[in-house]
C-alpha cells in the first residue's frame, strides 16, 4: 500500500522557516516526479514546486521563487521542502504528490498518490 506522509508544518512569524517532509512508504520516491501543492481556505489547490525523477529538473510557482527550496532526500526516500522568508499568503495546508511522469505538472490530478497534508500557518 502507498503512503504520502507530510510533516513539518505549523506557526511561523513571517519572516520565519519551516522544513517540510514527504515519506514515502510502499514506493521509491526517487523514481517519481513529486510535487508540493497548497490549498488555502475557500481557495483551489495551487500548485508550489516539484522535482522530476528523470534528470532531476525543479519547477517553482512564481510566488515562491527565491523562497522555497524543493530536494530530494534519497536515503530517508523523503522529499524535502524548504520554505524561507515565510508571508501569511503561504498560510495554507500542504501536501505532496507523486507520479510517473517525466515531465512537472502543475495540475494535483495528474498525480498517481497523494498525502494528506500539512497546516502551515504564517501571523503577520
Known amino acids: 500500500q502507498v503512503q504520502l506522509v507530510e510533516s513539518g508544518g505549523g506557526l511561523v512569524q513571517a519572516g520565519g522557516s519551516l522544513r517540510l517532509s514527504c515519506v514515502a512508504s510502499?514506493?521509491?520516491?526517487?523514481?517519481?516526479?513529486v510535487g508540493w501543492f497548497r490549498q488555502a481556505p475557500g481557495k483551489e489547490p495551487e500548485f508550489v514546486t516539484g522535482?522530476?525523477?528523470?534528470?532531476?529538473?525543479?519547477l517553482y510557482a512564481d510566488s515562491v521563487k527565491g523562497r522555497f527550496a524543493i530536494a530530494r532526500a534519497i536515503a530517508k526516500n523523503t522529499v524535502l521542502l524548504e520554505m524561507h522568508n515565510l508571508k501569511p499568503e503561504d498560510t495554507a495546508v500542504y501536501y505532496c504528490?507523486?507520479?510517473?511522469?517525466?515531465?512537472?505538472?502543475?495540475?494535483?490530478?495528474?498525480?498517481?498518490?497523494r498525502g494528506q497534508g500539512t497546516r502551515v500557518t504564517v501571523s503577520s
Open positions: 510502499g514506493l521509491t520516491l526517487s523514481t517519481y516526479t
Open positions: 522535482i522530476s525523477w528523470s534528470a532531476g529538473n525543479t
Open positions: 504528490a507523486a507520479g510517473g511522469m517525466m515531465e512537472i505538472p502543475e495540475r494535483p490530478a495528474l498525480y498517481n498518490y
